[in-house]
T-cell receptor
Framework: EAQVTQNPRYLITVTGKKLTVTCSQN?????MSWYRQDPGLGLRQIYY???????DKGDVPEGYKVSRKEKRNFPLILESPSPNQTSLYFC???????????FGDGTRLSIL | GQQLNQSPQSMFIQEGEDVSMNCTSS?????WLWYKQDPGEGPVLLIA?????ELTSNGRLTAQFGITRKDSFLNISASIPSDVGIYFC??????????????FGKGTHLIIQP
């Protein structure tokens, strides 16, 4: 089954404790992207990757890092999480950046 | 990033009614997409539009790419309980994607009263 898989689905942690949210897709997609979803603000892009070893900032990249060492994986890294990064995060992938994206089921992060 | 104005923000309708929602932008998009998000899940693509003036249907859903390329609407006919959810429009503004990827509207929350 074609899917985008995120882990964990839920995480409660404390300020400053590094965390990584993994994203994996099995569709051989080149383009992958991370979004955060907040009430009243909709979906905002954090980072995206056009292909392996090619990443770039989206609209709200501050406080986040990403890597794309393999085509299927695109982890989101919060080196020193802060409460304002409490949000619902979605990973998405597509064959190209101008193709419709397939979304994972989301990761709800709570930073205390 | 660019801004999309999606309306209405929420809709309370009776089962069986038709639904209409739209998105507008101050700038041109090359692609319009409509997604639906159910609680606890990620957005799922409903309809993709690639040409100005294009009208596309997917079952009871119909969407159009505005002729000015600055707007799009989504209609749902004869609503049923499983239509409940949040509907998002998204615009793609650059050939090949470029830096901005997708710009999303803030969503229309559809609530259906039995």
């Amino acid at each position: 089954e074609a899917q985008v898989t995120q882990n964990p689905r839920y995480l409660i942690t404390v300020t400053g404790k590094k965390l990584t949210v993994t994203c994996s897709q099995n569709m051989n997609h080149e383009y992958m992207s991370w979004y955060r979803q907040d009430p009243g603000l909709g979906l905002r892009q954090i980072y995206y990757s056009m292909n392996v070893e090619v990443t770039d900032k989206g609209d709200v990249p501050e406080g986040y890092k990403v890597s794309r060492k393999e085509k299927r994986n695109f982890p989101l890294i919060l080196e020193s999480p802060s409460p304002n990064q409490t949000s619902l995060y979605f990973c998405a992938s597509s064959f190209g950046s101008n193709q419709p994206q397939h979304f994972g089921d989301g990761t709800r992060l709570s930073i205390l | 990033g660019q801004q999309l104005n999606q309306s209405p923000q929420s809709m309370f309708i009776q089962e069986g009614e038709d639904v209409s929602m739209n998105c507008t932008s101050s700038s041109i998009f090359n692609t319009w997409l409509w997604y639906k998000q159910d609680p606890g899940e990620g957005p799922v693509l409903l309809i993709a539009l690639y040409k100005a003036g294009e009208l596309t249907s997917n079952g009871r859903l119909t969407a159009q790419f505005g002729i000015t390329r600055k707007d799009s609407f989504l209609n749902i006919s004869a609503s049923i309980p499983s239509d409940v959810g949040i509907y998002f429009c998204a615009g793609q503004d650059a050939p090949g994607g470029g830096a901005d990827g997708l710009t999303f509207g803030k969503g229309t929350h559809l609530i259906i009263q039995p």
